[in-house]
């Protein structure tokens, strides 16, 4: 944490050259946010307080912004988010069974980070992969028709 | 002039099918042939049949292979590349008939591509190929023979809709924006596809960038605006590249820019991503959204056409209804007109998902009726299964069964059976679903995704789901149907935006259609698709039972008892219903019996709290 509360260090210097950059786009508080969770992994307060000064946006129409969109977390996130596909598709031919499996398999409910800090797991809607339901992602693999537990803890296994 | 040109599919179902793998297969095997020279290698946006994935075309000959694996590759090198003898088993096979080409495959033989037309034809990343097929002709023709109010017209005449939900009529929309004047205008392209199940857009944005931004153009001469915005759902990386990639090559060459075909016009446009929220698809939302702000909804009027982004007047259209333009200016007004039925012209993608043979993007005319969507072009129920149920518009729409299949599709009357056109998203549903979660997932999602503004939206949909949630553990009770229909077409009366006037749908629809469903739920406590664990119960046949004791050893809350004369019994009460012990069971002695066991049924009568 103490990183974070330190604006001297180098993800700070990283932040603002990618805000003046961005300063040139009309509103850019959306796309600067997304850099910004680039940078930390998610977006705590002082990065929040960070980029309203920066920025000259009041801190609270920041905060409202990050906990509109589920794109944005302020709780740290794993090294390897596994985004598990809610959409319908995937739904009616079994995303809830997949998301007891990898549940199961690292001991974290949704939403939930592992304590060794590799995996989050969390949900999305659609990734428009429907042709493979049930599928799930992690980074910018795609997994599709999932069925057993055996190929999820397959995957799991290669990002240990 | 290459001998041969090998189409590889590279959409997203069958890159993560694998075929990227396929394709450096490919190379790296032509290379060791010596054939690199000779054959061509595209990869193409979506073709469609995703199931078939990973999917290939080899030209001249237009041979289609469907489920390549990289061990196939070598095959098709040395047979049919060196030899010209195509490989037969990696073809589609229809009643024991080799289809050899994608015009014999049924899947393609209904369908009529407009929007779709390049899709899976041409390298979406080469502007001199997007070019050769007729690229840019459209916009050359509108900008160097048209007035703006021509252009309207020729929309209006084409009957052309509002493909991303809505069916708002185009050339209407467009005639607003242009009657408002103003110093400046906007046009954005809503990208931001948010419905479960849809994906249309994601794959004409991969496929077809270029005709998107066509489209975009001609759009934006027409109404007079100089600048474009592309709104796109953050979970499409590959698509914000190919659209960013496609206009880095056009501005190069002078296709974006000042004084575009030496004309007056100057447009040019950027992309703004999403970051996931739902309501983000409505356009007053949308537009909050690229403002920086929180994408919730406003009141219409005024209309964006009338002030809108930055409160200059905007005219959002659809992907998929700017990809439809480039065809209706290039062929005219009347072929487009001539497809289609009633009010409902020319064609409508369709992602085809669920328990259908043929999962993928297809693209029909207007009109066609549910059945040959279903059974014709999607081929069927899996596994031998019977149909129950099609979700159509996804969390907006509703479900239609058996008995609606013959209805031709239409906006009006998709509309008038409780489900809606939506983004085009269809979900086939077979016999083992039950139709009461499927609401309950679609509400779950409606909840979740309320922007929190309005207040029937916000809590009246919440309301509907703690029903539907005592309704699927077992606390449903007599009023409760009767209480979801009221809530429900209050919700869609006083809410402010689409997704609260629709959020309801689900619910009513199945409500319309399979009220036996809800009441077995309510007043049976029974689930009888087997879905809902609330309402089902685990039983060991004693008779099949070898009491091998495996069961009991695989409880994870141990109530699972006996020994091998008196075989194994599992105690209602405790059971958690994970259905572990019919997984392990030899013998398949553990039953699956709908309906909540009699020990169970006195320890949930509703509670106080449950009661809405």
């Not at chain 1, 977006?43 to 990050?66: M, R």
Request: net charge negative; with cysteine.
């Amino acid at each position: 944490m103490s990183q974070i509360a330190n604006y001297d260090n180098q993800m700070y210097k990283e932040l603002k050259e990618i805000i003046s950059e961005k300063k040139k786009i009309r509103n850019p508080l959306i796309e600067v946010l997304r850099e910004a969770q680039a940078i930390f992994g998610y977006l705590p307060i002082e990065v929040q307080q960070f980029i309203s000064s920066e920025l000259d946006v009041p801190l609270n129409k920041i905060y409202g912004v990050v906990t509109f969109y589920n794109f944005f977390s302020m709780k740290p996130r794993g090294k390897y988010v596994i985004n598990v596909c809610t959409g319908t598709a995937c739904y009616v031919k079994g995303a809830p069974r997949i998301i007891q499996m990898i549940s199961e398999e690292l001991g974290i409910e949704m939403g939930e980070t592992t304590k060794d800090g590799q995996f989050t797991l969390s949900a999305v809607r659609c990734v428009g992969a429907c042709s493979l339901a049930p599928v799930f992602v992690i980074g910018e693999e795609t997994y599709g028709r999932i069925e057993t537990k055996a190929q999820v803890v397959d995957i799991l296994n290669q990002y240990h | 002039m290459k001998r041969i040109d090998l189409l590889i599919c590279c959409g997203s179902g069958c890159v993560s099918a694998g075929s990227l793998k396929i394709k450096n297969k490919f190379i790296e095997l032509l290379e060791a042939n010596d054939l690199r020279s000779e054959v061509n290698i595209i990869e193409t946006g979506c073709m469609g049949p995703c199931d078939f994935g990973p999917v290939m075309m080899v030209y001249p000959e237009g041979v289609f292979y469907q489920k390549v694996t990289v061990d196939d590759v070598e095959e098709i090198v040395t047979e049919h590349f060196l030899k010209g003898r195509p490989v037969q088993r990696l073809m589609v096979t229809e009643d024991d008939k080799l289809k050899a080409t994608k015009k014999e495959i049924p899947f393609y033989q209904k369908q009529v591509k407009v929007a779709l037309e390049n899709c899976g034809h041409i390298d979406p990343e080469s502007m001199d190929e997007y070019i050769a097929t007729g690229g840019f002709e459209a916009i050359g023709k509108v900008l160097s023979e048209m007035s703006q109010q021509e252009t309207i017209d020729v929309v209006k005449d084409s009957g052309l809709r509002g493909r991303g939900g809505g069916g708002f009529p185009t050339g209407l929309k467009w005639q607003f924006g242009f009657n408002n004047k103003a110093d400046q205008k906007y046009i954005i392209c809503n990208a931001d596809e948010g419905d479960p199940g849809a994906f249309m857009d994601r794959s004409l944005l991969e496929g077809d960038p270029y005709r998107v931004i066509e489209g975009m153009m001609i759009a934006a001469y027409a109404i007079g605006a100089s600048r474009g915005y592309f709104y796109i759902r953050a979970e499409y990386p590959l698509a914000i590249k190919r659209i960013k990639l496609a206009m880095e090559q056009m501005r190069e060459v002078g296709l974006l820019g000042d004084n575009i075909f030496g004309s007056a016009f100057s447009f040019d446009a950027e992309v703004r991503t999403g970051a996931g929220a739902f309501v983000c698809g409505e356009e007053t939302a949308l537009i909050h959204s690229i403002e920086g702000m929180r994408g919730q909804p406003t009141p219409k009027p005024p209309f964006p056409a009338e002030r809108g982004l930055w409160d200059k007047p905007t005219v959002v259209n659809n992907v998929e209804t700017l990809a439809n333009l480039t065809s209706i200016y290039n062929k005219g007004a009347e072929w487009f007109a001539s497809m289609g039925v009633g009010k409902s012209k020319g064609t409508k993608v369709f992602a085809l998902t669920g328990d259908v043979k043929n999962t993928g993007l297809v693209e029909v005319p207007m009109g066609i009726t549910l059945r040959d969507l279903i059974f014709e072009v999607g081929g069927g129920i899996t596994n031998g299964r019977k149909f129950k149920a099609v979700q159509l518009g996804g969390p907006s729409g509703g479900c239609l069964t058996e008995k609606d299949l013959d209805t031709p599709i239409t906006y009006e009357s998709l509309l008038e059976k409780g489900a809606m056109m939506g983004s085009g998203g269809v979900i086939v549903m077979n016999d083992t679903n039950c139709m009461v979660n499927v609401a309950k997932f679609f509400l779950d999602f409606s909840v979740e995704e309320s922007c929190g503004k309005c207040f029937p939206c916000r809590l009246g949909l919440k309301q509907m789901y703690g029903i539907m949630e005592n309704i699927t553990s077992g606390k449903g009770k007599e009023g409760d149907i009767e209480e979801l229909i009221r809530l429900g077409n209050d919700i869609k009366k006083a809410s402010l935006c689409g997704l609260g006037q629709t959020a309801p749908n689900p619910v009513l629809s199945t409500i319309r259609y399979f009220r036996e469903e809800y009441d077995a739920h309510i007043k049976n406590k029974s689930c009888p698709a087997k879905v809902c664990t609330s309402l089902i119960h685990f039983d060991i046949d004693k008779s099949k039972c070898i009491g091998c004791s495996l069961c009991a050893r695989k409880c994870p809350v141990n109530c699972i008892t006996g020994n091998r004369e008196d075989k194994y019994t599992i105690h209602q009460l405790d059971c958690i219903k994970c259905g572990n012990c019919d997984d392990v069971c030899p013998v398949h002695a553990v039953n699956i019996i709908p309906g909540m066991h009699y020990e169970t049924l006195s320890a949930v009568q509703p509670t106080k709290k449950d009661t809405y």
